[in-house]
């Protein structure tokens, strides 16, 4: 671990502020930053604490929604109740992932910005593109069965390992963010990205910007949804495969149907193809 | 000890150093303090095979509060002779020397060590040391080597090398009707116990030092660090009160030790090096292996021929071996076995004993090919074994001291409800889950080891039992306090037990699940000497009540001595300790194996396991909903603690059988999942039901105690038994440990 300088600012103006370095990092649970840093891969010159932020709350949305502070962490958000009652496919995806230590800690907003768990970007000795562009990609002919099955590229075949985000794609949520230039509102389809030609790039976030909070759309799908996750142990590990589904039935048949795949891509991997195929057709078969 | 005067050994009794550990006031090896205590960051090298061409250690030395930084171009003095670096249990070859020389063998060689004013200031440092190496080539694939290994010139010592074939393997495997060879892998497996390796080295002046070690033998790692260094003996005092899981691994000294020592000799400071959770996985492991199993039978399922091929990896440096095929011949009656047992070098470090080294995988193999057999015959699997139990060692022709295993099989299955078993796979399912159960023996020696043990027992009838003992977790503080007890009639509170620390009366290292039948022993006979000094103290006072007794009618108990016939005629142990002007009796002990009955006899701990798994077909997903554990074991000085050794054998049984895997870039010569989210052991939710059961088994010849030993049995034949429930599920036979999801789909 380098030698960093710790902020820990009381509003989000500040925070925007500190965070305007190039080798700033916010700091929330911690979960997966502190880890980083102890293997050599993120060496920030700051760290700046946002627990301090208000950014703990569960609020209606103008909309009908609920919007979600980036603070409010995972075990949190799993067993609110208005989660469990219209959003239980997001409390299952939470559920699913890491251990109930983990989630005490873990945040919404850093959920959505935890790395990767390719092996080869935790270990500074070999090349990772994502984690030095341009020194190649160790994990193409390497161990990589955890890896991509979709959407990958020549330079990184790396997935991103959130079970939680798998739901927010399926549901549609927006992530919304304050950088330096405002605030601006990401549709979750367009928040992660694929690795392409650039793949130190995980998301869509503009250097600098901090993520305060999400909010998840009025939603019907609060009857007929599954969270399904394979992983090599029965609970504790990534996924190799998970699968978020969500369906909203009309008189026994599927109207609309929600499908999106986590563990498979550079991103949580909305399946148009099942949705379609599965819309307007018989729900029992 | 008969029955009747046991209070203590054979109850449930907690843990007495439970509270120490659980309110965190039991010291581990990293948490002793030291005055002007320097801290130790190990830099590993990060290529598998090369010459060190240049550490450049400028940025790190100019770190503020580093003190220095070792390497091989100015590491502190130690031995020449590969004699002096060897300890108890080294295999043969030239032992690992940390900072020796520019030559890299293994990925996470250690190359250097910053030492620092804090942990945080070596950490850092540590980041900044680079090395520039020239790169040679590398293999750490055993697949690669498997064409070039060798039989190891040179014995490991303590361990048997397979027995010369018997019969004629080849001729009745040829003419047998039913037959089959398979070929099964056992992927390596890494040391991680919840204690990682670390050494605080306390440099007194003078020279003296007091080392606090992660270790499972204080005075194995004290005759290390005396004879690399060229130090007296004396003036090396090793400690290891309490071992946070060992598993094998604490076994052999860890670099660390070295490192920590040579710095502190050089520096004339107290030092400290722990090594980190991804520097655990660059030590010790089980070693991969290959295997071939060829067994033939008549129709019924007599054996007729086993042969058990193995290949295991090892070091560039060093020959590890382990009883590894031997099992193949002596678990089941066979007039014709073959065996053999070769090595590959790789570039990876020495492999490691890990419970139950060799038979945990070895036996794994050969009963999978047991559960083939009773497939291809169509008879139940459980049967089979039934049929071919041996009751002599097949491959030393000598007698068991005792082998209860038949109860094993017997209570084990009625326990399961094994009798409800359809034998044909794939008969039994529950909604999408398919059930399957399977069944499996499992065996590991049972050793009695030469230990010393003394006694003290002082006027005010407190007894201290000590002996160099570790705990590394079985319950050795405990089961020794318990045996104190019992010998010399006292309550629990009573006694206390000293362990971990190399002054004590000599051990050997705890391992091998020796510890309960060979310091027990020795603590026994300790108590009984004191018993008899008392005894004669006794007889020799003024009108003594005991005069015309002899010893074998004596007890001690409640604080008195006297007739068991008559407990009228006693006298407090007081009273006979001040009429000979005493304030406490202190005698040795000792307990060794029996030369002449090790002619005739040989002693093995068996076990029965029986487990139910549930595969979800279409995903691949497996769970082991139950396990059932019968197990032969002689005495059972405490059914709490030898419990929880089944547990967690069978824990780590579960984690052989579908998740311990280091994944290897054979590229590079690097494991990459070196941390616990990657390097999957069974978590809770993998765990469900298990029943340990042990039967009764009397054996007055395997110790004076009667006990067997516990610490490995549990493990031994709990993959095997997951594997063939495996089977028995679905049909499909994986003979590559662990069995992922993928494989399983594959198959
Ligand atoms: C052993 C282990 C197992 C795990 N298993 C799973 C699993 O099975 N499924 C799963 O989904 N997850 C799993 N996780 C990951 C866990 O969910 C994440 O580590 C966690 O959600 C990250 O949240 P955090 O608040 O701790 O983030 P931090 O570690 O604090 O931050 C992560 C990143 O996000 C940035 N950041 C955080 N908050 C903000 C913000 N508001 N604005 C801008 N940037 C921000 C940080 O700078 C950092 O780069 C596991 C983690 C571990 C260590
Ligand atoms: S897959 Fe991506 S993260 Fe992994 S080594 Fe390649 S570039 Fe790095």
Redesign the interface.
């Given at each position: 671990?380098?030698?960093f300088e710790y902020v820990r600012p009381d509003t989000v103006a500040h925070a925007v502020k500190a965070l305007a370095d190039r080798d700033a990092r916010a700091l929330a649970g911690g979960t997966n930053l502190v880890d980083l840093m102890k293997y050599?891969v993120t060496r920030p010159s700051r760290v700046v604490d946002i627990n301090h932020l208000p950014l703990r709350q569960i609020e209606p949305a103008p909309d009908g929604g609920l919007t979600i502070g980036a603070l409010v962490t995972n075990s949190e958000l799993a067993w609110d109740p208005r989660i469990t009652k219209r959003y239980p496919l997001l409390a299952s995806a939470i559920l699913a992932g890491a251990?109930p230590q983990l989630r005490n800690a873990a945040t919404t907003g850093g959920n959505l910005l935890q790395r990767t768990?390719c092996?080869?970007f935790?270990?500074p000795?070999?090349a990772c593109n994502k984690r030095e562009p341009g020194s190649g990609c160790?994990a193409i002919?390497?161990?990589n069965?955890i890896h991509a099955i979709l959407g990958a590229s020549d330079g990184c075949i790396a997935v991103h390992p959130s079970d939680m985000c798998v739901a927010l794609a399926a549901l549609e949520a927006v992530v919304n963010v304050e950088g330096k230039d405002g605030k601006r509102s990401i549709p979750f389809s367009a928040f992660h990205r694929l690795p392409g030609s650039e793949p130190q790039h995980d998301n869509t976030m503009l250097q600098g910007e901090l993520i305060t909070s999400i909010t998840l759309p009025a939603s019907d799908f609060g009857s007929n949804h599954t969270y399904l996750k394979?992983r090599?142990?029965?609970?504790?590990?990534?996924a190799?495969v998970s699968v978020a589904a969500a369906l909203k039935l009309e008189g026994g048949e599927i109207r609309t149907a929600r499908v999106a795949l986590g563990g498979v891509a550079h991103k949580p991997w909305r399946d148009p193809d099942a949705e379609q195929a599965l819309s307007n057709s018989p729900g029992a078969p | 000890m008969s029955s009747a005067e046991m209070l203590h050994v054979g109850r449930p009794i907690s843990r007495v150093d439970g509270r120490l550990k659980v309110t965190g006031q039991a010291k581990y090896a990293a948490e002793y303090p030291a005055a002007d205590l320097l801290h130790g960051c190990v830099v590993s090298s990060t290529i598998a095979a090369g010459r060190i061409i240049r550490l450049h250690t400028d940025r790190a030395r100019a770190m503020p509060g580093v003190v220095e930084i070792f390497t091989h171009e100015n590491s502190g003095k130690a031995a020449r002779q590969d004699e002096d670096w060897r300890d108890d249990i080294a295999p043969p070859g030239h032992p690992l020397r940390p900072l020796h020389s520019d030559r890299i063998q293994f990925d996470g060689q250690p190359i250097a060590l910053v030492i620092a004013e804090s942990v945080e200031a070596a950490r850092d440092a540590a980041a900044l040391v680079r090395a520039e190496c020239a790169i040679e080539p590398h293999c750490t694939q055993l697949e690669a080597k498997r064409s070039q290994a060798y039989v190891p010139p040179e014995k490991r010592s303590g361990i048997p090398p397979p027995s010369d074939p018997r019969g004629e393997p080849e001729q009745a495997f040829a003419q047998a009707p039913i037959k089959f060879s398979r070929e099964y892998r056992v992927h390596a497996e890494h040391h991680n116990p919840m204690e990682m390796f670390a050494s605080t080295c306390v440099f007194e002046p003078g020279g003296k030092l007091t080392i606090y070690d992660k270790t499972q033998g204080s005075q194995n790692v004290q005759s290390y660090v005396a004879s690399v260094f060229g130090l007296k003996p004396a003036n090396v005092r090793v400690i290891n009160h309490y071992v946070g899981g060992a598993f094998g691994s604490g076994l052999r000294p860890q670099p660390q030790l070295f490192l920590a020592v040579m710095a502190s000799l050089a520096l004339k400071r107290s030092v400290r090096v722990a090594l980190t959770r991804t520097q655990m996985f660059y030590l010790g492991y089980r070693p991969d292996t290959f295997h071939t199993v060829s067994l033939a039978s008549d129709h019924q399922g007599t054996l007729l021929s086993i042969m058990h091929d193995a290949v295991a990896e090892t070091s560039q440096y060093e020959d590890y071996q382990e009883a590894l095929v031997n099992w193949s011949g002596l678990m089941y009656r066979c007039d014709n076995v073959k065996l053999s047992y070769q090595l590959a070098k790789l570039n990876k470090a020495t492999p490691c004993d890990m419970r139950a080294p060799g038979a945990a995988n070895g036996v794994t193999v050969l009963e999978c090919a047991m559960d083939e057999l009773a497939h291809e015959l169509d008879i139940d699997p459980l049967e089979l074994r039934k049929l071919n139990f041996a009751s002599m060692d097949g491959n030393t022709g000598k007698q068991f001291t005792s082998k209860a295993l038949d109860a094993c099989y017997r209570e084990g299955a009625a326990a399961f409800g094994w009798s409800g078993r359809r034998r044909e796979p794939r008969a039994m399912r529950d909604g999408h889950e398919l059930i399957g159960w399977g069944v499996s023996t499992g065996t590991w020696e049972a050793f009695l080891q030469t230990a010393s043990a003394r006694a003290r027992l002082t006027d005010d009838c407190k007894l201290e039992v000590s002996t160099a003992a570790s705990d590394i977790g079985p319950g050795t503080w405990t089961i020794l306090t318990q045996i104190g007890a019992d010998a010399l009639g006292l309550p629990l509170e009573a006694v206390s037990a000293r362990i971990g620390d190399s002054t004590l009366p000599a051990s050997p290292v705890e391992g091998g699940s020796w510890t309960a039948a060979s310091n027990g022993s020795a603590v026994q006979a300790a108590c009984e000497a004191v018993k008899h000094t008392l005894f004669k103290r006794a007889q020799r006072m003024a009108n003594s009540p005991l005069a015309d007794a002899s010893f074998e009618h004596i007890e001690v108990k409640s604080g008195g001595i006297g007739r068991k016939d008559d407990p009228r005629r006693s006298l407090s142990i007081a009273e006979v300790m001040h009429a000979a002007d005493l304030t406490e009796i202190v005698e040795d002990g000792q307990a060794s194996a029996d030369p002449e009955q090790a002619k005739r006899y040989v002693s093995y701990t068996n076990s029965a396991v029986f487990a139910e798994v549930r595969v979800d077909e279409e995903l691949g997903i497996v769970r082991v909903a139950r396990i059932v554990c019968a197990t032969a074991a002689g005495r059972i000085l405490n059914p709490k603690t030898a419990r929880s050794q089944i547990l967690g054998g069978v824990v780590m049984g579960i984690g052989m059988a579908l998740h311990e895997e280091a994944m290897i870039d054979h590229r590079l010569g690097k494991i990459m999942n070196h941390n616990f989210a990657e390097y999957h052991v069974p978590a809770h939710a993998d765990v469900d039901d298990i029943e340990v059961i042990f039967v009764d088994e009397h054996d007055d010849k395997v110790s004076p105690l009667g006990v067997k030993g516990l610490g490995e049995i549990g493990i031994v034949g709990t993959a095997a038994a997951v594997a063939n429930a495996i089977f028995h599920a679905t049909g499909k036979r994986v003979r590559d440990f662990p069995i992922t999801i993928d494989k399983l789909l594959a198959a």
């Open positions: 671990m380098n030698r050599e251990s768990r092996y080869y935790y270990d000795s070999t160790s002919g390497g161990v069965r394979v090599d142990r029965l609970s504790y590990a990534f190799l | -």
